[in-house]
Structure formats: C-alpha cells, structure tokens
C-alpha cells in the first residue's frame, strides 16, 4: 500500500500546528462583544450570500461526511454514489422548502422557529433536548474519530497518543465555539471548505489525468480491483446479506435526505441572513459547493479503489475512513516531489481543519440552544451580558462531557452514531419543523408528541439494527440483539413521527386545534412570506 513519507507527516504536523493558532487567533479577533446577543448567535446577518453560503456547505460537509461517505464510495462503489448524492439532495431540499420559512420563523435557534407561534417553556425544553439528542452521537464519532485519523497520518498507534489528540482537539473546537461566536465559527467553516474543495479539486484532476480523463476507465479500473467484478457498478453490494437490500438501500438514503436538511447546526445558519433574498443567494451558493463536492469525493473514492484495491482499504480501515487520504496519496504514484508533498500536506491539513470546524459548529448549535431555548427562555428580563455568559458556559458544559465519551468510546465502530443523528433529524425535527411552519391547526401537544416520540422511538429502534449488533462490522460484533431487520430506522420512525405529530393534534381537542390555529394565523405571514421582519 502507498504510504505517507516522513517529509508529509512531519510537513503535516507543522501545518496541523499552524493552522490551530491561526484559527484560534482569527476567533479572537472576530469574537462578539461581551453583552451583544446578535452577534453571539448570529453575526448581526453581516455575512454576504457568498460567505454566507461557505459557511452552510462547510457545516453541511462534516468531517464524517468526507471520510464516510468517501469509504463507502470506494468499498461499495455506486451504492456510495447515491449516498453521496443523497446528500446533495438533502440541502436542496433545505433550499427549495424550508431556507425563507426558517428564516422568516426563526431568531437564533430551532427552539424559536417552533415557540414562534406555540409559545411554551415546555415546546423549548424539548427543542433543546431535541437538539442535543441529534448533535452528540455526530460529534462523538466525529471526535472519536479524531485520534485515528492523526495517528494515521502522523505514523503512530499509541492508544495514550490517540486519546491525547482527542482531548486536546476537543478542547480546541469548545474554545472556537465559546470565544468565535457564529461570526468566528462561520469564518473557520469558510476557511475549510475553501480548503477542502481547492485541494479535492486538484486531486481529482489529477486522478483523472492518470485516466485518459474517461469516467469510464476509472469505474472500470475501480470494478476491475474491487474483487467483486461488476457487482462494484450496481446498487445492492453495501446492503447485501440483509433481509431486504433494495428497501433498506431506499430507506437509508430516504433517511439522510430528509434528516440532514433539518439538523440544528444546519439550520441555524438560515438565520444569520438578513433578508429572504441573502437566503436564497445563499443556499444556492452552499448547494453549488456540495455539488462540486459530490464530484470530487465520488472521482477520489472510485480513484482510491482503482489505484490502491478494495481490499488494501479495507485493510487500513474496514469502515474505508481512510479512502479519502488514500486516494489523494496514490494520485501522485510511487514517488512523490516536493510540490506533491505540498499539496498533500494541503489536503490533510484541510481534514484537519474539517474536524476542528464540523464540531466547532455542532458545539454553538447545541450551546446555543441550551443557554437560549433552557435558561434565558425560563428567567423573566435575563441581561444580554448574563445569557452571553451562559450560552459561552454552555459550550463547556455541552463539550466536555463529549469529549470524555468519546476517549471512552474511540474504540468501537461507531457508525450507528452518525446514522442515530439523521436519523433523529428525520423522524424527529422534520416532522416537527414542517407542520410548524406549514399546518395551520397544529398544536402545542402534537409538537411535543413529535419532537419526544420520534427521539425515543429513533433511539429504540435503532438499538436493534445490525450495526449495532450481529455482524462483523457492528458496534458490538460478539452480541446479536439485532431485531430490527433494517439498517436505519426510517421505515417505521419516518411516518411514526409525522402521525405522533398528529395524533397529538387530534387529541388536543377543537377548541385548542382551534385557538392554535388562530395563533398561526397571526404569524403566518410573518413565516410564509417575510411581512413584518422579525421581531424579539
């Protein structure tokens, strides 16, 4: 297999070092004052449509998003394809439904789009909640997942090493979020998707160039290593052996569709805008950056399997994590220049800067809603100084406990996490995000019944798939609690969650469907089309 020279990991280490000074600085400088909200939370709207919509594509892109779908493209072949798509769908479907309504409903959290027009300390409990259920299992294996990928770049296997680059990059991303605010987070995520595409782009040029520049070749080489022929060109080879492999195929894309457009460090990004038309300006600028992801990540993973084989990744890392940097190393052949080195070390370094910002972003979202939606929400005439002390407090309080989980948990396979997280985003928040903004009768307890059964139904299900036991591959491979014969919950958490929502509105009775309604009616507006600006 093509490794890493000493010159790119000690070029690495150097850059890795930099790059967390620098970041660190920059949030200093662009930090909020001390007692201004706005900024805190949202940036005063001060960002263009263009950086504005870096900023979404870069919380969009997560660290976990590179390296897994990445793997899944070069173990799998088309079936990571259509993940990756999957995904790029997903922010169209933010784009096109719920970007203007977000933004119009919204004031700093998920928590205000829905006490919009259910004003309620329990509708913000369980937003937070909520919130915090979705974002931790995707901070964890993104943070767990941290000490692999240095060690794996910087040569070394020491579990204390590992763990040491878990705590001390988690201690990194808190302080991005407690002291940058939206303003500085927005600033890291920018950095890295510029990073991150400029550099992707360059390499997937140059694996195309060792192709004759024909997608054709390249599938066909990837086919030819793969060592399952032309099985690596349909769908079904990531879902084979399960009980039913198209529908579970359907259902896991269907899932980070419609869960990825709803997850809160997503969708706090609609309300930094500060107008309908700036959102619109910028998603079409964030969905283009995840476009020309799709593109890159897709010719890297079938380039990495054609140049490298299936099995020497799989070898490396059964999960493929690190197809990604085995790609862009094997695109420079045996013998790489000083250049090469260069841009090698670009590439890294922009993984490293993706999994600093991913977290960072996640940190401010969950923070943000704990300080805001929990304690600024339940205490009468709270001061603009006191709710910034407490939403910085709040980053501690939120990633600490994340980052001690995660030297606990670096171990396991831990790819049930990210999928517990869109999956929560599906069957939770969507249902409860869309009949907020769009059913005039809604209710108060149908929002509650959604938001807290869809979590607690996502999360027992969940339990009985088979990643997280029965299989090799699974969290716990030497147990078989695997009663759910699916890989994610979707199929049955999906439509549970969008009944619960009405289930609870029915029984809410017609003189609350009713005086609900007319409390819709009131902002409806205010949510649909942008009259009056929104208010306090």
Known sequence: MIGFSSSARGMSLVAFTAVATITLLLCVMMGPDRDDLDEFYTGYGSLSPLRNGLAIAGDYISAATVLSTGGVIALFGYDGVVLALSTSLSLALLMFLLAEPLRN??????????????????????????????????????????????????????????????????????????????????????????????????IAVLIMQQFDWSPGALFSAAAAKSGVGPAFLHSGLQFAGVPFP???????????????ACLPHVTMRMFTASSARQVRHSM??????????????????????????????????????????????????????????????????ALF?????????????????????????????????????????????????TVVLATLVQNHNLQPLALLSVSIGASSLAPAVVYSLFWRRFTRTGLLYTLIGGTITTIVLMTGTNLVSGSPVSAFPNSHFNWFPFTTTGLISIPLGFAFGWAGTALSGGQKAEEQRRQYEAVEARILAGAERRGN
């Open 246 to 260: 198209r529908l579970d195929m359907i259902t896991s894309e269907l899932t980070v569709v419609i869960g990825g």
């Open 284 to 349: 079409s600028w964030a969905v283009s950056c995840v476009a020309l992801f799709v593109l890159i990540i897709t010719v890297v993973g079938f380039g990495a399997s054609a140049l490298i084989g299936r099995a020497a990744i799989a070898g490396a890392d059964p999960q493929g994590r690190t197809a990604y940097l085995l790609g862009s190393r094997a695109a420079f052949g045996a013998d790489i220049s000083t250049a090469e080195t260069l841009l090698l070390t670009t590439v890294t370094t």
């Open 353 to 401: 800067l993706t999994l600093l910002a991913s977290v960072s972003g996640m940190i401010l979202a969950c923070a943000n809603s704990l300080a805001h939606d929990l304690f600024a929400a339940g205490t009468q005439n709270m001061s603009p100084q006191r709710e910034m002390t407490l939403a910085r407090v709040s980053t501690f309080a939120v990633g600490a406990p």
């Open 105 to 202: 409903a919204g004031r700093f959290t998920q928590g205000d789009v829905f006490a919009r027009r259910m004003p309620s300390r329990a509708v913000r409990i369980a937003s937070s909640a909520t919130t915090i259920a979705a974002l931790v299992p995707l901070m964890l294996i993104q943070l767990a997942g941290t000490g692999d990928l240095v060690a794996f770049i910087l040569d070394f296997s020491n579990d204390s090493l590992k763990t040491g680059c878990v705590i001390g990059i988690g201690t990194l991303m808190i302080g991005y979020a407690a002291i940058g605010g939206m303003k500085g987070t927005a600033l890291i995520q920018i950095l890295k998707i510029v990073m991150l595409l400029g550099s992707g782009a360059v």
